[in-house]
């Protein structure tokens, strides 16, 4: 994809970190930028700091339902998505290995390695479909450790 402007990016994880720095480059590239994170406070200040054409959106990356609601919402706000960044992540609390409780590395997973499946069928699958339709589009999915950590 040569030219940037006025496409559509997707940032899971995208309130903070790694996912709201990729979506302030992504604004400063002048791309129409939708972030999506699980932290609804955390979501709508990252809009409101970054500013420009960004838009939030309530998303659990662990649940299928919820990353299929984000790629519809995508796509009635936009009507394509050019770029989707799986950047979504989390680590258990730093504790020792055998103080860490089974649910933890439930919710690790969940996010860090469902998630970005959900992404890819989800989000992605709506990415190829247009990638096929326009022969432009491009989904940015990649292959994840068991934890991001």
């Known amino acids: 994809m040569k030219e940037l402007r006025g496409r559509v990016a997707v940032v899971t994880g995208g ?3 790694i996912g709201k720095a990729l979506a302030k480059a992504f604004l400063g590239e002048g791309m129409k930028v939708v972030i999506a994170d699980v932290e609804e406070r955390a979501l709508q200040a990252a809009t409101q700091e970054l500013g420009g054409e960004i838009s939030g959106v309530v998303t ?3 649940d299928p ?5 984000l790629a519809e919402r995508v796509f009635a706000l936009h009507g394509a998505c050019h770029i989707l960044c799986n950047n979504a992540g989390v680590s258990a ?3 020792d290995l055998w103080e860490t409780e089974p ?3 439930q919710w690790v997973h969940g996010v860090n390695v469902q998630g970005v499946a959900h992404g890819v069928q989800g989000a992605g699958a709506l990415v190829a479909r247009e990638a096929v339709r326009w022969a432009e589009a491009h989904a940015l999915a990649r292959e994840h450790s068991g934890s991001k950590g």
């Open 103 to 105: 649910s933890d590395f």
């Open 60 to 62: 659990d990356v662990s």
């Open 15 to 17: 309130a903070s970190g």
């Open 93 to 95: 609390p730093n504790l």
């Open 65 to 69: 339902a919820s990353v299929n609601a």
